[in-house]
């Protein structure tokens, strides 16, 4: 039966109102966890091949940091318009739209032959992901009724978190046994079954109260932004003269002004554009602070686990598989400990687990300083994974539902936009900027001894800036946020389709 109240109160068109255990409410998640699943394993294997693919391009350093940036960069910098793409011309259409662009940038990507045909493809698949991950979860908002989402979305996590612990493990597999290309090309057989099962059994939804102009002036400005500001970074020790990084850093700083000049001037009525970044919602002073603590923690962890697996490989010897499952055990801890630190932040706040979280995870990335020559995994790397894994636990959850009871209920769908926008943002940022930080060059690339050296400086690095997370939750979260707020309403639609805070938290945090 169609939840029409629901769906009247949210504004947009009424869905089938499914229900997980029918066959129909299965087919819907069976399309949307592949797809969200595709995207997901193309980010956690590539990192496992990344040694290969510089070995068999001859690529450097800073070119190895633009194979992963420059699908983040796309994706960061277009995810939001993705979404509002989605919600005027239905999430359907759009998810399938970027799971077919996101294939054949991925085709692209394993017929490359030099690594910068590879690092332009890994842009193209950015787009693709940033029209196929906004529908995944949207198309689940909008198809099953308010009843059925909490366990609709914990379905969803649990089974992509499935996929997170297999990616790396199968990336390493693929790097050996049949090379680096299949990492990529595997995404062709995953796409034609998500293209089959949506056109058969995905209903299409859209949002009719949706209306205006796209604030594409937005989306560029932001793009911009970040592509200036990681080619700087990124530049400054590779081959780039010091003219190019300047030009590219003085764009990046232009573009960012510019950016919240046009949005603040289209969140004035009566602009016909809606801004993509309404800014009064920074005005909840919480929200402000969760964002900032989210690009510190994001960030820390986004630059060190890029730097780990070149370490394991490049330094410590490992083979690609056994460096992709290197990680398994924080994957394991997360599905096990996700849900339930979700709802204890709820009973006791989130501001003390999330300082625990956030110290536990600083202490994980000094203890990965023991990974050096000769390293062994059960006496140096397992206890490093096992306490950042605890660490990452008490943190991500709390995290994602204070985002989400934080922000005006207006803005709840935004709220989680931001917040997502955010966490990949710092990932970028921090893959760009921590080889520069720490003194890691292309040339130390293929030193290990000073490879060590450099990995060593930035894991203390990003230790203490955990450290000034933890010291920022502790002095400014409000512990009251998840028992005094009002959860934002179940049923209001989500531009990028993050799940919305329930009556149980860690649904929604699990998705983070």
């Known amino acids: 039966m169609t939840d029409l109240g629901d769906a009247a109160a949210s504004g947009q068109t009424a869905g089938p109102g499914l229900t997980v255990s029918s066959a129909a409410g299965r087919w819907v998640l069976l399309a949307t966890v592949l797809g969200s699943s595709m995207a997901l394993l193309d980010s956690t294997v590539v990192n496992v091949a990344l040694p290969t693919i510089g070995r068999h391009l001859n ?60 690092i332009g493809a890994r842009v193209l698949q950015g787009v693709g992901g940033a029209l196929l991950t906004p529908g995944s979860l949207a198309i689940i908002q909008a198809s099953f009724s308010r009843a059925e989402r909490p366990r609709a979305v914990g379905a969803w996590s649990g089974l992509g978190g499935v996929a997170a612990a297999v990616g790396p493990v199968l990336g390493g597999w693929l790097v050996q046994a049949a090379g680096w290309r299949w990492v990529f090309l595997l995404n062709l057989p995953l796409a034609a079954a998500v293209v089959a099962v949506t056109l058969r059994h995905v209903p299409e939804t859209r ?16 793009a911009l932004t970040l592509a200036g500001i990681t080619y700087a970074l990124i530049e400054a020790t ?70 780990l697996v070149l370490q394991l490989q490049v330094v410590d010897g490992f083979a690609p598989v056994a460096a992709g499952a290197a990680l398994l055990p924080v994957t394991v801890l997360m599905l096990a400990l996700s849900a339930r630190a979700g709802n204890l932040a709820q009973r006791v706040g989130p501001r003390w687990l999330m300082t625990v979280g956030t110290t536990g995870l600083a202490v994980g990335m000094a203890l990965m300083t023991r990974i050096g020559v000769h390293a062994s995994y059960v006496a140096d790397v397992l206890p490093a994974v096992v306490v950042y894994g605890l660490g990452l636990c008490l ?118």
């Open 207 to 222: 949002d009719p109260g949706s209306h205006g102009r796209f604030d594409v002036a937005g989306a560029g400005l932001a």
């Open 238 to 307: 590779a081959s780039a003269g010091t003219t190019a990084v300047v030009v590219a850093a003085v764009i990046g700083v232009a573009a960012a002004v510019a950016f919240v000049a046009v949005e603040r001037r289209r969140s004035r009525a009566p602009d016909p554009t809606p801004p993509m970044l309404p800014l009064d919602i920074f005005a909840a002073r919480q929200f402000s602070v969760i964002n900032v603590i989210t690009f510190v923690v994001y960030g820390a962890f986004g630059g060190l686990l890029f730097l």
């Open 59 to 118: 690529a450097s350093l800073a070119e190895l940091q633009w194979t992963v940036t420059g699908y983040t960069l796309s994706l960061a910098g277009l995810i939001l318009l993705g979404g509002a793409l989605g919600d005027r011309a239905g999430r359907r259409r759009v998810f399938l739209v970027g799971v077919v662009w996101f294939a054949l940038a991925s085709a692209l990507c394993g017929a490359a032959p030099s690594v910068g045909v590879l």
């Open 395 to 512: 943190t991500v959850a709390p995290l994602t539902a204070t985002v989400l009871a934080s922000a005006d209920v207006r803005h709840a769908g935004v709220a989680s936009g931001i917040n997502n926008a955010v966490a990949r943002a710092a990932g970028l940022v921090a893959v760009a900027a921590l080889p520069v930080a720490v003194g890691l060059t292309s040339a130390s690339y293929h030193e290990p001894a000073r490879f060590s050296e450099g990995f060593d400086r930035a894991a203390i690095v990003c230790a203490g800036l955990l450290l000034i997370a933890a010291a920022l939750t502790a002095l400014l979260v409000d512990n009251d946020v998840l028992r005094s707020g009002a959860p934002p309403e179940a049923g209001r639609t989500c531009p990028i389709g993050a799940p919305q805070l329930q009556p149980a938290p860690s649904r929604a945090a699990s998705a983070q």
